[in-house]
């Protein structure tokens, strides 16, 4: 084809780079199309042409990939060294919530290997040729000006799900298309010093392997023993500041989400407080008396509660919820069930009616709580934490010595009821996927608020800031009810509660707080929405390069 041919055929493959920014902008259909060609013209292991291009552009769609991502991500980190994982968790790894169109790049294996030249003796000769379809894609892409990137921080099955694929058909990712908000000199890993470009001559071999002398070096292990206009200019205005990129860390990505959902002048918030009584104390799974609940609720309404007083040095509002405290509690807003109440163990926590009827009375709540700016959660209920344990264990197919943790007061004995309590009540879930079920079977009333209030505050375009085990539940049962609101959720602290750390996972969240907090009544997320205000503040007012 001639020097002019090979020269820009090495300028694109020297060219080619993993792109994590886009610009918001639509991909003409010509080049969508232009690009899918060229992945189909690759070649392909007896001809078989065993790729799929599921191109999706659907919002909802990006959103739940995105929610999946995040949550693989943070998963993986916990895999790492410390050190190591710091640094991943430092890394944009993904561009799904910016890049205007994705391709998921699918083989069908469903063709038995032996009938299919060339994989009877290499059976995974499909999944190559579809990998030589992805690089024609990147490289056309890049001739084009497009940006590409390859994200597989997925599990494989629930991306599946996802795009609901039939048996036998997997994927090998999802590429993000669209045009690149990056100029990327050298690949992203390396410019972040997460690895570096291994020499030619170190992975040339001649002939055959060498002997372990010279012998190239085993790969190395780290193993440990919103919308998308938004986040890009969340991320450009970040970038403009009179410092290093993400100099606040965790932080900054919680400012970046803040402001891609559209929260642009925040300067306050709502703490939302909700407390519910509980019939499973009488099983002796809590050190403290019912009666506490109706006097720290009592106080949240006076303002003096530890919750109302954090969030008052917050700058943050307070709203107190009865969704069920034993003793009505004057002055606080009113959301109680209706029916009658079981102790999880033998009887389910509240009807399904009565779940729905909460979960919607919590969206009036958080749609209103909205308007103030950051929307905190927080919760008391003595014997909560049995709740939220078994509640966490059916949500997230957790083992009960896994999700029960020692709680405020407890001894051993209390723990071992706790757990037999947490075994019975996850016992009677077997099978049950339906989250607003689950909620009704093994959750409580507050969590159910809660619920709601994350829901209709993320519907109004407000941040919701979780705070501890019983707070971020909410988090979860919202994104499975509506899988975009994971968008609105920030982590604000882990506390010391078992199931903590993986809810958190599960979510894909890194909190902002590790201080061991016990205390419950949304004091993390008020001293983490206060780092978030200050960081908002830290935003407007800072020096900038242009």
Wanted: hydrophobic residues 45%; aromatic residues 2%; negative net charge.
């Amino acid at each position: 084809m001639g020097a002019a041919a090979t020269e820009a055929l090495a300028a694109v493959v020297a060219g080619r780079r993993d792109i994590r920014r886009y610009r918001p902008d639509a991909v003409p259909e010509d080049l969508i199309t232009a690009v899918l060609e060229a992945g189909h013209r690759a070649p392909s292991v007896g001809h078989s042409q065993p790729w799929r291009f599921i191109v999706v552009t659907d919002p909802a769609t990006r959103d739940r990939a995105a929610a999946m991502a995040d949550r693989a991500r943070v998963d993986q980190a916990a895999h790492l060294a410390s050190e190591r994982a710091a640094r991943m968790l430092d890394l944009k790894l993904e561009g799904l919530r910016e890049a205007p169109v994705g391709v998921v790049v699918a083989c069908d294996r469903r063709t038995p290997a032996t009938g299919v030249l060339g994989r009877a003796t290499f059976p995974d000769a499909d999944l190559w040729s579809c990998a030589t379809a992805i690089e024609n894609m990147w490289l056309t892409a890049r001739a084009h000006g497009l940006g590409m990137g390859w994200v597989t921080l997925f599990d494989p099955d629930e991306l599946a799900d996802l795009l609901r694929l039939p048996e036998g058909v997997i994927t090998l990712g999802w590429l993000c298309l669209g045009w690149p908000d990056e100029r990327p000199p050298s690949p992203g890993l390396e410019r972040a010093a997460w690895s570096k470009k291994t020499p030619l001559e170190q992975v040339v071999l001649r002939e055959r392997w060498p002997a372990d002398e010279g012998a190239p070096q085993q790969p190395v292990s780290h193993l440990r023993g919103p919308e998308p206009t938004r986040l890009v200019g969340a991320t450009d205005s970040a970038d403009e500041l009179l410092s290093p990129p993400e100099s606040l860390g965790v932080l900054d990505r919680a400012l970046n989400r803040v402001l891609a959902v559209g929260a642009q002048d925040v300067t306050g918030g709502t703490l939302v407080l909700a407390g519910a009584d509980h019939p499973v104390t009488g099983l002796g799974v809590s050190a403290f008396p019912a009666a506490t609940t109706h006097d720290v609720l009592a106080a949240t309404v006076a303002g003096t509660s530890l919750g109302a007083a954090t969030a008052k040095g917050a700058g943050l509002a307070v709203v107190g919820v009865d969704a069920g405290v034993s003793q009505a509690v004057p002055g606080a807003h009113g959301a109680r069930p209706a029916g009658e109440r079981g102790d999880l163990a033998s009887t389910e926590a509240m009807t399904l009616a009565d779940a729905a009827a909460l979960v919607a009375a919590g969206r009036e709540i958080g749609t209103e709580a909205a308007a103030s700016g950051l929307v905190c959660l927080g919760e008391v209920g003595v014997g909560n934490t049995t709740v939220a344990a078994a509640l966490a264990c059916a949500l997230l197919d957790l083992e009960p010595q896994d999700a029960v943790g020692l709680g405020s007061g407890s001894d051993a004995d209390m723990v071992a009821r706790k757990r037999e309590v947490v075994a019975a009540a996850v016992a009677r879930t077997q099978g049950e996927r339906d989250p607003l079920r689950l909620l009704a079977m093994v959750g409580g009333p507050e969590i159910a608020l809660l619920t709601g209030v994350a829901l209709g505050a993320a519907a109004a375009g407000a941040p919701v800031v979780l705070d501890g085990l019983a707070a971020s539940l909410p988090g979860v049962i919202a994104a499975r009810l509506e899988p975009a609101a994971q968008a609105y959720l920030l982590a604000g602290q882990v506390s010391r509660e078992r199931a903590h750390a993986l809810v958190l996972r599960e979510l894909g969240l890194e909190p902002l707080l590790d201080l061991r907090l016990r205390s419950g009544e949304g004091v993390g997320a008020c001293l983490a929405a206060s780092m978030v205000l200050q960081g908002l503040a830290v935003r407007r007012i800072a020096a900038r390069t242009r």
